[in-house]
């Protein structure tokens, strides 16, 4: 509890800086691994890699509310659905490039996250993990009567041709994913080491205590809805280029909503790359699968893997290393 | 939309049939997530195993549906104890109860659901009792037996629980935990064995409304995610404790799909049921019967 | 790993080619050549799964019967899948990998429209010939030159949807005057019905009900209410498996004493699971199909077939009568086999010149591709159940439960109707 606001801090614990180098560094570094192999390497791997940081971001996106705060989001397909269907309107409208489309996909999803937030957020937080499922539901309905998006019938989006200095447009799609997954993970660490972070946690362990020794909860578990719709819209943008045809069911996919809360709990919510960690853990073994094993059993392993962790280890992969280490020091 | 009494009174006696089914998927969520605040987001996938289990055990061994709910019913009462015990150790004890417990919950969702799809095949299962296959006419209602019997025995179930919760001791202790947990002590009741037959009691009440689900309509495995709004939905209108409250919310709600098929394009119908669950939320979150 | 026709079987046949290297089975297991790898993602889970696996089971017959004729240019035939678990964003990694690093020889699609446009961008980069299974109108907008699609909707299949449909319906005297249109908010559905309002005009038919259904609809009989209401003389429904039982079941219930002609296109009624959960209240109902046992649909081979597959199936737990997709995927591969034997080669060029040349004689009967690779003459069967008997399935096997209607050149009985009096 001495960690509710920076002035209570004991200046003795210095935090780490809230804008971290390592991750930029590193995201840079992929991105001219991409860059450098993405022409020589068969499809398949840009393409797995692509679905691996697309969870990345939405379980980076989901940990920000659902780690930080406590408070569950289950409707993570509609967020992402949301994305995808900005990108589509937009495509409609005018030829928009996609890093505009991500940004207007992030605004939208964003302010609907607000405005579920705002409604429910007084309420205790599994009120709002069941608004959630519900807005999902809704936001089906409109896109299955929306006709201008193509409605029921679904959308067509042609990928464009390979753009300069890019191979081939899923590789343009890989860095644009990789980019987006580095800011997402550089906003979740900047809000971990934040007053932000703390105030979440304050909130996640005792809401009223927190409330009474100053947090402004409200306003935080805004922030927090809000970049959590963000970043899970803007993971959605992009899809429609991916698959090339979206219809509803594609777009409010569950395999998407499964993986948003399955991920970060089996990497571990407490730290920033937990989640990363769970969403390459599980997204590989999931596309591994997909081509091994490739059957219904696949899913089977991610609800078995879900309970196994979060009955046993329910700290996930991070709490078990930090365990490990514990005992070794 | 040409607008007749013929069409408005049989869409309000399909909403009430269909409300008396919604009642018997609801009454679980209402004791479960209502008064034990376990969030059983699984429910409905055991719902959909009882509708299997029920399809297997007329197909097998030529059992009435209705009687085998009964059967399947006594055994998912003793799961559930089980279920809950489980629970109770891995999530409540340690008290970190509401993101694991939901997670944990959304597993087993998955386990059950993909379980059946390894073993029944994703086809859609259907139980077509020749008894019900008649449609009486009370004047210009019709009510066909098919969705009337689902929604008198879901109606019966729910007037059942609610006896039992306010005539019996083990019922009043439930209905005190609900309340206040340390109050159940006072009263001289275990509070950890009163919940767990009370989660026994909504595991039960699963099982029968899946049997009651294949009655009315085709089922395939993954089915009991269209139930999972839908019955929290009812729960959080009706109030989250009360089951007379349960009852109006699914009845409310049956009717208010109904209507919107019959009178305003059935397209616009799930809007209709999960914007009345926003709004619930957002500005009256007692629900509908709370203070 | 890979998954191939059958791990446990390849094994054996693989010990056996080592253990009578010399002796007389498959010529390939001496050339030491390596196999004729066709690929493919299809849904073994998820919704698509039931139609899906019963044309892997038949496509794996085709296999079998190929190899046992000595295979593909003197190679083994191998069948390289994978389910895409219904799940259209698994689809453009599966053909990646395929192609570049399973190296498979030809691609294959999987089961239904998003499937198939899923791949599309990546076996369009890679020029391979594309034969596709049940993909509506899924060429438009691309306009691959190498793609050809196996369900006979013909090149234009929002029109063709329902053109035989009203054409049956306007042999009936006296004529009707109006029409129902009702169907699920999903792809197939909003495509059949924006065919049907068309045709209906031009038919001179009044729409008198126009509406769509959310999916995972429960109750249907208030929409049957709402629409018998306006008194329609036939109606029109498009509609996915759930939603076509449910609103069989909701028109028993109801009753539609007035109209004349029930049915449309509703998915699943082609499936044994459906047909035998609603047995007798079939009757009358005017349905879409693609093949019924009918003896003017006794194309050469289909029958032994058909043995064959129910043999497996049943064994497998897969649809038990194999009509609705299991043959057109069994035609399918005859289609690239005998263009790989005709042009000697696995070349995807010659392949796609040959198959866009050539009129092919398959157990599904006549194919000849036109216009965007779809069939050139389109062949939507309408079917009218007719004498069906409580719910036993083995009575869909024979001649006379679903007696076509349209095309003239498949027609094997007559529309009864009303539909009141075709129920019985």
């Not at chain 1, 029921?152 to 390979?162: E, F, I, L, Q, T």
């Not at chain 1, 219809?247 to 937990?274: E, K, Y």
């Not at chain 2, 294949?214 to 269209?226: F, K, L, T, Y």
């Not at chain 3, 909707?153 to 329902?162: I, K, R, T, Y």
């Amino acid at each position: 509890m001495t960690a509710l606001s920076p002035s209570l801090s004991p200046p003795a614990r210095r935090l780490p800086k809230p804008f971290s180098w390592p991750v930029l560094v590193a995201g840079l570094a992929i991105v001219a691994v991409e860059m450098t192999l993405g022409a020589q390497v068969s499809e398949y791997y840009l393409l797995l890699a692509y679905i691996i940081l697309q969870y990345v971001v939405l379980s980076t996106g989901w940990n920000i509310l659902g780690g930080y705060a406590g408070y569950v989001n289950f409707g993570t397909a509609g967020f992402f659905a949301v994305g995808c269907y900005t990108t589509i309107a937009l495509e409609k409208l005018a030829a928009v490039p996609l890093p505009l489309a991500i940004l207007a996909a992030g605004v939208v999803a964003g302010l609907i996250g607000l405005g579920t937030g705002y409604l429910t957020l007084r309420l205790r937080g599994v009120f709002f993990s069941i608004a959630t499922l519900a807005l999902a539901v809704v936001l089906q309905t409109l896109i299955v009567n929306w006709s201008f998006v193509g409605g029921s019938r679904g959308a067509y989006v042609m990928r464009p041709d390979a753009i300069a200095p890019f191979a081939s447009y899923v590789q343009y799609l890989l860095v644009v994913m990789t980019v987006l997954a580095m800011v997402a993970v550089l906003a979740a660490i900047a809000i971990e080491r934040s007053w932000i972070g703390m105030g979440l946690a304050a909130i996640r362990d005792d809401e009223l205590a927190a409330e009474a020794s100053g947090v402004p909860g409200l306003r935080l578990k805004l922030l927090a809805t809000t970049l959590c719709g963000a970043f899970m819209g803007m993971a959605g943008a992009p899809f429609p280029y991916f698959i090339t045809y979206v219809d509803p069911p594609s777009a409010f996919s569950l395999a998407i909503a499964v993986n948003a809360i399955a991920m970060p709990l089996i990497g571990g919510t407490a730290t920033w790359w937990g989640p990363v960690l769970g969403a390459v853990l599980l997204g590989f073994t999931q596309q591994v699968l997909t081509v091994t094993i490739s059957s219904a059993a696949n899913l089977l392993i991610v609800g078995i893997l879900l309970v196994v962790f979060v009955t046993v280890a329910p700290t996930g992969v991070v709490g078990i290393t930090r365990a490990w280490r514990g005992r070794r020091a | 939309m040409n607008f007749s009494w013929d069409l408005l009174l049989n869409a309000v006696t399909s909403g009430i049939m269909l409300g008396g089914f919604y009642a018997a998927v609801a009454v679980g969520i209402t004791i479960a997530f209502g008064m034990l605040d376990i969030v059983n987001i699984a429910h409905p996938a055991f719902m959909v195993l009882g509708a299997f289990l029920a399809f297997l055990s007329i197909n097998t061994l030529g059992i009435d549906p209705f009687l085998s709910a009964l059967g399947f019913a006594a055994i998912a009462f003793v799961f559930g104890r089980y279920f809950y015990r489980a629970y109770y150790h891995f999530f409540e004890r340690r008290g970190d109860d509401s993101l694991q417990g939901l997670a944990f919950f959304f597993g087993i969702m998955f386990i059950v659901e993909i379980s059946l799809v390894l073993i029944f095949g994703v086809d859609y299962r259907l139980i077509d009792l020749p008894y019900l296959a008649t449609t009486y006419e009370i004047g210009i209602v019709q009510i066909p037996l098919r969705l009337a019997a689902p929604c008198l025995a879901g109606v019966a179930m729910l007037v059942a629980i609610q006896f039992y919760l306010s005539r019996t001791f083990t019922g009043r202790a439930i209905l005190a935990v609900a309340q206040d947990l340390e109050a159940v002590r006072f009263v001289g009741a275990d509070p950890i064995r009163t919940k767990e037959i009370a989660f026994g009691i909504a595991m039960a009440s699963a099982i029968v409304a899946g049997v009651l689900l294949i009655i009315i309509q085709s089922v395939e495995p993954s089915i009991g995610r269209e139930f999972i709004g839908r019955a929290f939905a009812i729960c959080v209108l009706g109030g989250m404790t009360s089951l007379p409250g349960t009852l109006l919310a699914a009845m409310i709600l049956g009717i208010a799909e109904t209507m919107t098929s019959t009178f305003f394009g059935p397209s616009w119908s799930p809007a209709v049921a999960f914007g009345l669950l926003l709004l619930t939320l957002a500005f009256k979150p007692s629900g509908l019967l709370g203070r | 790993m890979e998954f191939t026709t059958r791990v446990s079987r390849r094994a054996v046949m693989a010990g056996m080619a080592a253990g009578f290297a010399a002796s007389s089975i498959p010529a390939f297991g001496q050339s030491g050549q390596p196999p004729v790898r066709i690929g493919m993602g299809i849904a073994l889970s998820g919704g698509l799964a039931a139609f899906g696996k019963s044309a892997l089971l038949a496509m794996q017959i085709w296999a079998e019967d190929q190899n046992a004729k000595g295979g593909l240019l003197g190679r083994k035939v191998e069948l390289v899948y994978y389910d895409d678990q219904s799940n259209p964003a698994t689809v453009p990694g599966i053909y990646a990998k395929l192609i570049d690093v399973d190296k498979v020889d030809l691609v294959i699609s999987g089961y239904a429209t998003n499937q198939i446009v899923a791949a599309m961008p990546t076996v369009m980069q890679k020029k391979k010939v594309f034969l596709t299974l049940f993909g509506l109108a899924a060429n438009d907008k691309f306009n691959y030159d190498r793609y050809f699609q196996m369900q006979p909707n013909g090149p234009d299949a929002q029109a063709e949807f329902s053109k035989g449909f009203l054409q049956t319906a306007m042999t009936m005297n006296p004529k009707p005057q109006t029409i129902a249109l009702v169907g699920g908010d999903a792809e197939f559905p909003a495509i059949a019905l924006a065919g049907a309002r068309d045709n209906a005009k031009a038919l001179g038919l009044k729409v008198v009900f126009d509406r769509t259904y959310p999916p995972n609809t429960i109750e249907f009989a208030s929409v049957v209410r709402a629409m018998k209401a306006t008194n329609p003389d036939i109606v029109f429904v498009a509609s996915y498996p759930p939603d076509s039982a449910g609103m069989v079941r909701a028109v028993r219930e109801v009753g539609l004493d007035t109209v004349k002609m029930f049915g449309g296109g509703m998915i699943g009624l082609q499936s044994a699971a459906l047909k035998s959960q609603l047995g007798a209240s079939l009757n009358g109902v005017v349905a879409y199909d693609l093949y019924a046992p009918e003896s003017t649909m006794k194309f050469p081979g289909v029958e032994d077939f058909l043995v064959r597959y129910r043999k497996e199936a049943d064994k497998q737990g897969v649809d038990p009568l194999g009509f609705y997709i299991a043959p057109l995927a069994y035609a399918e591969l005859q289609i690239l086999g005998q263009a790989v034997e005709a042009t000697k080669s696995l070349d995807d060029a010659k392949l796609a010149d040959y198959i866009k040349a050539t009129a092919f004689k398959t157990i599904a009967g006549d194919i000849k591709f036109g216009k965007r690779g779809e069939w050139a003459e389109p062949r939507i069967l309408w079917v009218q159940y007719q004498g069906v008997a409580g719910n036993d399935i083995a009575q869909f096997k024979e001649a006379g439960k679903q007696v076509i209607l349209y095309p003239d050149t498949f027609k094997s009985g007559t529309l009864k109707y009303p539909f009141s009096a075709a129920s019985k």
